[in-house]
């Protein structure tokens, strides 16, 4: 047992020599103990109560003010849920460079089982079947019977469809709102805008993603929430493109090809204002890639970007422009051209082996479409120049083009580039490129001799890289296209009021197996409007064409690819603001009133 | 002569009961409570028709008995409010064994009605949740051992309630009843803090319950889903959490209006735990407002008046049973607002509950009683009675 020391104990001591009771001294000693202790005791409460006070105070102010805030906020019931029309808002439209919507979204829903919560699975799963034909009943019902607590029935449905699901009374079938792609013009521009699909998908919403072309491109831009849905504006324009693919539909019909493509580019900053490949599919409801067959031959296969053809005789006009570049001709020259061409084992011929003769002006070769003089021309070219040419005009890399699709195209270039390789590019054989890249190619040349960049983006003002040909060089080429049109192999390419000028190409198809088809061709035509004054670049390839109003099937470009591309351009001229030059009429022809 | 014949006539030692029982009153705070109970049976009015027609009763049933039970805890609130601290003391202690030995047979005797835990003795006409009463009895119970370990050779009392606060809560688990058992630690905490605990050990108690949380984290599923639950930003509006935020948001400042809301037809708990819920929807951010300013008032209107308190057992029991009753309320008004993980917690006095409504009168009553104006002593400051 411990002992309590007696305290205080002097006065204890002193108390007990004295006789006194010292426990009242230890009592009054601890009485004041006491008191000073619950002194010390209760200033020290007082500070915690103050504490506890003021804590109190503050957190019921903080649920206060969180009460005022939830408040004060958007109501969110179940069916509408205001933070995800946040998400799926951020998805921009897209416009063309007018501001007409091309892609935009719309407000539908998806519909939703959760199993437990069902009360006739059987029942709902038979009226779900009838009401969406492509869902297998049986399947439903397994769903809907088995162990599954949650199953997405369809992603979107429409506002009539979803009636009707409501009018099954199934309390299990539930809606969440969804946010889908609207491609209002359908097929129109297909092949660029690509197409969507869902990301993340939940019940409240699902996120909207690119999976193709310029939605996939463009992905991150359009669901940046910084550009506060800002509309992605292309250089492409809706009537042109509207005009452009209806001409070019009826043309591939007409010609019996199997596919076209045709591209409309301005030449000065090389936005593509119209770009068109057949066949095409519908944005709204992409179709799968086809998994047998040529891949050239799906729908979602953009012949502009992604097809690499042998471009043919439209290659001559570079030619051409080099030599004329580098000094070594002017439009006048008069180059060889003895038919056939020997060289080595090979024997250069003209088509149809016709021979012009044995000299030809530079401007002659190119309306008559010489392949020996070009060739000839191309040997005093040299390989190593003619390579670096058709580097700077972007030949030897994928189009940068704004689309997912064309990184991928390669051109197709021989891999030993000798001396024959040399004289087959110089008139468009042994190399395949694009339609962009013969657009981008022709833009550069003729708009006064500037290197453009293919863009979709609507752009402001010329955007001219460095120079590529002479100002002179530029119009003489002009002008020798020019005549193409008005006495060569593009007769048919004459637009009153819009002096084109253009080169045909006829370019056998490489067969798989190894040589070349003997009919089946790529035609195309590459052209400028107006020529005096350039604006626009046009390039309209067919795939495999043949007109047969005929006696005989005729496949030169001149006969198929010709007449589409003119009447393109009599029909996208007066929209893109040309005004066609017609000579006025003379007063004589006049006649304002009968004479008696 | 009379006097010198009969005698004198008898005179009180003190002045009526009532008249001192109105002069010492804290008015402030007992016209808030009667202000809440008020809201409660406004409130039961629009919150329990849907539970009443659920259950087949007419459609104010719930109301009728809340306004009984009401009548109830107020007569035992004004009761328990005229008693003397130390007559509040003795019946508190006593009530305390009663409620604990109720507590204890609750596993061999009680009910739980088909919720899964057994809180609850069926009395037919009523049912009677132990713990509820349980909770003012073990307040006064640790406040008169916390000061008598302020007496000189006085037993180490803190640690004698620590025990007793424990098995409580070890019973409280067992029901399992987490939310009560947090709410008596919490309330031992607080007059252990009020009581001058030292701060290391407060550092090393809140490092522990970061640790116990963590642990109940990591073991417990049903735990851990509540807490993720609650961090997700993103509520699921199919859940009561959902729908309590969505009512919220409904009402805005002024309501839907009285009778057109429509959370309480989707909440099973609209008239206990998220009756704010049903307040908000239907009245608005105003009554909302009102009613946490009512809380707010009381809470720390009696924690400002115990400050002056000299007297250690009223300053320890007058603290734990504010804090209580404010804590309570912040826990529910803090679920509905997503301020805190889903607990079911009752609001005092405006919830329906019969047990928690009486008990929560006699917790008030006794509040009442602890935060009268008395002497303090002033007089002997003044005369420089007291040594120092």
């Known amino acids: 047992m411990t002992r309590t020391p007696l305290r205080p104990l002097a006065r204890i001591l002193s108390a007990r020599q004295k006789g006194e009771n010292p426990d009242v001294i230890e009592r009054e000693n601890i009485r004041l103990r006491h008191e000073e202790m619950r002194e010390k005791a209760r200033q020290r409460a007082e500070g915690r109560l103050v504490v506890l006070a003021l804590l109190f105070f503050c957190i019921f102010g903080v649920v206060g003010g969180r009460m005022a805030t939830l408040a004060s906020s958007e109501p969110a019931e179940p069916t509408a849920k205001a933070s995800t029309s946040r ?213 979602l296969f953009n012949r502009a970007v992604q097809g690499v053809y042998e471009l043919g005789s439209t290659f001559k006009i570079i030619t051409a422009a080099q030599g004329m570049q580098l000094g070594l001709v002017n439009a006048h020259t008069e180059l060889d051209s003895q038919s056939p061409l020997v060289w080595g084992k090979f024997r250069i011929r003209e088509w149809n082996n016709k021979n012009f003769g044995p000299k030809l002006s530079v401007t002659d070769m190119i309306v008559n479409s010489s392949n020996v003089a070009t060739a000839n021309l191309a040997m005093m070219i040299g390989q190593q120049r003619q390579r670096a040419f058709f580097s700077e005009l972007g030949f030897f890399d994928p189009t940068p083009v704004e689309l997912v699709e064309a990184p991928g195209a390669k051109p197709l270039l021989p891999k030993n580039w000798s001396e024959i390789v040399t004289i087959t590019t110089s008139y468009g054989h042994g190399m395949s490129a694009s339609p962009l890249h013969l657009a981008t190619a022709y833009a550069s040349l003729l708009n006064g001799g500037y290197r453009v960049k293919p863009t979709l983006l609507k752009r402001q003002g010329p955007l001219l890289g460095e120079r590529v040909v002479s100002e002179e060089v530029s119009r003489a080429a002009r002008d020798m296209l020019r005549q193409v049109v008005t006495r060569g192999t593009a007769t048919f390419a004459e637009v009153p009021g819009y002096k084109v000028g253009g080169k045909t190409g006829t370019a056998d198809k490489p067969n798989p197996r190894g040589g070349y088809y003997e009919d089946k061709v790529i035609a195309t035509f590459a052209g400028v409007f107006p020529a005096d004054a350039p604006q626009y670049v046009v390039v309209v390839t067919l795939d495999e064409p043949v007109e047969t109003s005929g006696s005989k099937p005729r496949r030169t470009a001149g006969w198929t690819a010709v007449p589409v591309a003119a009447e393109i351009i009599r029909r996208t001229a007066p929209l893109l603001g040309l005004r066609p030059e017609i000579e006025a009429a003379t007063l004589d022809e006049l006649q304002l009133t009968k004479s008696r | 002569m009379t006097e010198m014949v009969f005698g004198a006539a008898p005179m009180r030692d003190g002045e009526p009961i009532l008249p001192r029982w109105w002069r010492t009153i804290d008015k402030w705070t007992i016209s808030a409570v009667l202000l809440l109970f008020g809201v409660g049976i406004l409130l039961g009015l629009a919150a329990s028709p849907p539970l009443a027609s659920r259950n087949g009763f007419a459609p104010f049933h719930y109301v009728e008995r809340q306004a009984v039970f009401g009548l109830l805890a107020l007569t035992a609130m004004v009761l328990t409010s005229m008693m003397s601290p130390q007559l509040v003391r003795r019946l508190g202690i006593l009530g305390f064994f009663c409620a604990f030995a109720a507590l204890a047979l609750l596993p061999v005797l009680g009910t739980d009605f088909g919720k899964g835990a057994t809180r609850w003795y069926s009395l037919g006409f009523a049912s009677v949740q132990p713990s509820e009463f349980l909770k003012p009895g073990l307040i006064i119970m640790t406040a008169w051992l916390m000061a008598a370990s302020q007496e000189i050779n006085g037993p180490p009392g803190k640690l004698f309630s620590f025990f007793v606060t424990c098995v409580v809560v070890g019973f409280l688990a067992l029901q399992p009843d987490f939310g009560q058992a947090c709410l008596v630690l919490f309330a031992w905490g607080v007059m252990w803090f009020v009581a001058g605990a030292p701060f290391t050990l407060l550092g090393a108690l809140g490092a522990s319950t970061v640790l116990v949380g963590t642990l109940a984290y990591n073991n417990s599923e049903h735990f851990a889903r509540r807490i993720d639950g609650f961090l997700t930003p993103e509520v699921d509006p199919t859940t009561q959490l959902g729908y309590a935020t969505g009512a919220i948001r409904e009402g805005g400042y002024f309501g839907v209006g009285v009778g057109e809301g429509h959370v309480k037809w989707s909440l099973p708990d609209a008239h206990t735990d998220f009756i704010i819920a049903v307040a908000a929807e239907e009245y608005g951010l105003i009554l909302v407002l009102f009613i946490i300013l009512l809380f707010m008032g009381i809470t720390v209107r009696s924690l400002l008046r115990l400050i002056r308190e000299r007297d250690t057992f009223i300053r320890l029991a007058g603290t734990g049973l504010a804090c209580t009753f404010g804590v309570q309320a912040i826990i529910n008004m803090g679920v509905a607002v997503r301020l805190l993980p889903a607990k079911g917690m009752t609001l005092p006095f405006v919830s329906y509950g019969g047990s928690s409504l009486i008990a929560g009168g006699i917790a008030i009553g006794m509040l009442l009683a602890f935060t009268r104006t008395r002497p303090q002593g002033e007089i002997g400051d003044i005369l420089g009675r007291r040594g120092r």
Do not use: C
């Open chain 1, 87 to 299: 998400i799926v808002a951020q998805r921009a439209d897209i416009v063309d460079r007018s501001g007409r919507i091309l892609a935009t979204n719309l407000r539908t829903h998806s519909l939703y089982a959760q199993p437990p919560h069902m009360v006739e699975p059987e029942k709902a799963a038979r009226a779900l079947a009838k009401i969406f034909p492509d869902l297998d009943e049986a399947r439903l019902i397994k769903d809907f019977t088995g162990s599954r607590k949650f199953l997405w029935v369809k992603k979107k449905i429409s506002p009539e469809q979803k009636q009707l699901v409501h009018q099954i009374g199934e309390p299990g079938l539930l809606f969440g709102p969804r946010e889908m792609r609207l491609y209002p013009n359908g097929k129109l521009a297909a092949h660029i805008l690509g197409g969507y699909g869902f990301g993340r998908e939940g019940v409240y919403a699902a996120e909207v993603i690119g999976t193709a072309g310029v939605e996939k491109a463009f992905d991150d831009f359009l669901r940046d929430p910084a550009e506060q849905g800002r509309p992605l504006e292309l250089s492409l324009d809706l009537t042109v493109q509207a005009a452009v693919e209806r001409v070019l539909f009826g043309g591939m019909r007409l010609m019996n090809a199997k596919g076209a493509t045709a591209v409309i580019m301005d030449v000065h900053t090389g936005e593509i204002v119209s770009m068109a490949s057949l066949p095409d599919f519908d944005p709204n409801n992409r179709p799968l890639p086809l998994i047998e067959g040529d891949r050239a031959d799906d729908p």
